[in-house]
């Protein structure tokens, strides 16, 4: 079935930096495209990036322009998001999305602060 396991979480300083990853398995990895989502408490969840299947278009939200990258490495079916200079309003729940259907990951938590 399909699985996607997020990893690379934590506790991290303002203006720190963390690496996410998410394992995909169980459908054709290359052929879809994946975003991150993530949800603070009491708030909806919202899209933080996207990246097509070849990896050749990303989008950001305007929080994170400039600050977050995401990638993929479909040889290992992974998608990544590499955080810099977090800040606080960072903090949430992060989720990897296969993007057009209801498969989501179990969530990381990512919490920045001092």
């Known amino acids: 079935q399909v699985q996607l396991v997020e990893s690379g979480g934590g506790l991290v300083q303002p203006g720190g930096s963390l690496r996410l990853s998410c394992a995909a398995s169980?459908?054709?990895?290359?052929?879809?495209?994946m975003a991150w989502v993530r949800q603070s408490p009491g708030k909806e969840r919202d899209l933080v990036a996207s990246?097509?299947?070849?990896?050749?278009?990303?989008n950001y939200a305007d929080s994170v322009k400039g600050r977050f990258t995401i990638s993929r490495d479909n040889a290992r079916a992974t998608v990544y998001l590499q955080m810099d200079n977090l800040k606080p309003e960072d903090t949430a729940v992060y989720y990897c999305?296969?993007?057009?259907?209801?498969?989501w990951g179990q969530g990381t938590q990512v919490t920045v602060s001092s």
């Open positions: 169980g459908f054709a990895f290359f052929t879809y495209s």
């Open positions: 990246i097509t299947s070849g990896g050749e278009v990303t």
């Open positions: 999305h296969r993007m057009g259907t209801a498969a």
